[in-house]
């Protein structure tokens, strides 16, 4: 089991870690009160992913499918994620998972850990475990689906950040950019460079205001115009 464990891990210790989890998942690996126990019969006859991310994605494709549902949704929100922001992202039909009941679940598996404080009031924190996990995991949602999620992960920031908002403006511009909403990411692109801007931060300033340039339609317009002077100022 070691051999087996070292030659695929090359090196990468959350390879190991990750393996020995699906391992035990799989029933190769069962854990005592006292002893671990090795079942050979079942090591022999499962396959090994070669990659990380291959890893990565048979954990995944284990798991419940509500388990994975909720996990996809706290991906589109990003590594550091709320129970409530979760919530918020719904599909049309399908019953509502018990949230708090899965994410007990997730936690206990080690995809995610919970943070002892907030940064929003009346929620719970969590993160994803590694940052590779969240991009594995995010890259399972389908496609039709992500646009959907990334609007309401928007509109939930646009809720609860509150007299914060202009410190997640750039979060909020993300989220309406990947929704596909151009001319509501440009408004907070701008919001969020002129919020760099007064505090003085002019490398961010300048890097919110070329995005938005990128997302204006009209390239004669006076909102692109007042887009370029901000720019110009920065500089």
């Not at 190769?28 to 009160?33: A, D, E, P, Q, T």
Request: hydrophobic share 40%; with cysteine; glycine share 6%.
């Amino acid at each position: 089991l070691c051999q087996l464990i070292a030659s695929n891990a090359d090196g990468n210790p959350f390879y190991v870690e990750e393996f020995i989890k699906m391992l035990i998942e799989e029933g190769c690996i069962v854990r005592g009160n006292e002893r671990w126990f090795i079942k050979q019969e079942r090591i022999q006859a499962i396959h090994v992913p070669a990659t990380l991310t291959e890893l990565l994605q048979a954990r995944l494709d284990s798991l419940p499918y509500e388990e994975k549902k909720i996990l996809q949704r706290a991906a589109i929100i990003g590594r550091l994620f709320w129970d409530s922001a979760v919530s918020a992202l719904k599909t049309e039909g399908g019953a509502e998972a018990n949230i708090p009941q899965v994410l007990r679940s997730l936690l206990q598996r080690e995809f995610i850990f919970h943070r002892d404080q907030s940064k929003f009031s009346g929620t719970e924190e969590y993160t994803f475990k590694h940052s590779i996990l969240r991009e594995v995991t995010y890259e399972t949602v389908l496609l039709k689906m992500r646009r959907a999620y990334h609007r309401q992960a928007a509109q939930w920031f646009e809720i609860h950040s509150e007299q914060r908002v202009n410190e997640y403006a750039g979060v909020i511009a993300e989220h309406y950019e990947r929704g596909g909403e151009n001319s509501r990411a440009t408004e907070w692109l701008i919001r969020a460079g002129e919020a760099a801007g007064q505090a003085n931060a002019f490398r961010e300033a300048i890097a919110f205001f070329e995005r938005a340039v990128k997302l204006v339609e009209n390239p004669n317009s006076a909102q692109n115009a007042n887009l370029l002077i901000r720019l110009g100022e920065c500089y």
